[in-house]
Each structure stands twice: as C-alpha cells, then as structure tokens.
C-alpha cells in the first residue's frame, strides 16, 4: 500500500449526500459504493486522446494517456499512475477474489484495481473505471 502521507494536498471530505449530488448515479455507486460500470460501456475505454485523466471527484491528475494502452478488458488500462503519491492501493478480497483495489488518495474515491499482468515496462494494468475518471484533453 502506497503511503497517504505522501501527497501534500489536503484530504477532501464530504458527506455521502454531498457527494450524491455532486455526481451522477453510475459515479457514486463507483467511487462511493466500490461499484464497477459493464465493461466497454464507460465513455473512457476506447479513447485515445492525449491529456491527463483526473478523479471525478475532487479534479486529482490520476493518469497521462501516454501509459494508456488497450488490454482487450472493456475497461481504461494504464501502465502506471501519473504520480505514485497520488494512488492508494488496498487489499481486496471481495466477490471470492484476491485484488489490489485503487483508490484516490485525497478523496478516497474507489477507482477499480490494478493487476500483474500488463505490458513492459511496469508489467502492471491499472484496470480504471471510465466513472471515475474525467479526461483533460491536452
């Protein structure tokens, strides 16, 4: 697990009616609830623009496009985060699996899993929901 204390940015939190209304409902049940969108049905898995990906919920730079790649999952896939400090990672044993769960580390925010099996040169496959992200194009 990344260390929280790493970001200099303040946490950010909000009620749970806060957040309700700051976000559409497929957003809240995937950042709040740990929800997860079907698969190639998210805004972000087939794009291919350049830009920075950042949390729906509080604006924080998650991912550049630049380690984005297609991994065939139905889901945006990245190589890495754009900064370590701005991730956490938690165990996750839900639904009878063993996971590395990510999450924001300002806001906590549920962004999906990360994996062992993607390309060089992190060999790694940040597996992203779409709703949890908001793209700024370059």
Request: charged share 20%; with cysteine; proline share 6%.
């Amino acid at each position: 697990m990344l260390n929280q204390d790493q970001n200099t940015k303040p946490p950010i939190s909000k009620t749970l009616a806060e957040w309700r209304a700051q976000l559409t409902e497929i957003q809240y049940v995937v950042t709040r609830e740990k929800g997860t969108e079907r698969a190639f049905t998210g805004e972000y898995w087939n794009c291919h623009d350049d830009g920075t990906y950042r949390c729906i919920c509080c604006g924080e730079p998650l991912f550049s496009a630049a380690s984005k790649f297609d991994s065939g999952c139905g889901w945006p896939s990245f190589t890495a985060p754009l900064d370590t400090s701005g991730i956490a990672e938690h165990d996750d044993t839900s639904h009878y699996m063993r996971r590395t769960e990510v999450t924001c580390v300002r806001c906590g925010a549920h962004l999906g899993h990360v994996f062992p099996d993607g390309p060089a040169p992190t060999g790694l496959r940040y597996c992203i929901n779409s709703a949890s992200l908001q793209f700024e194009k370059k």
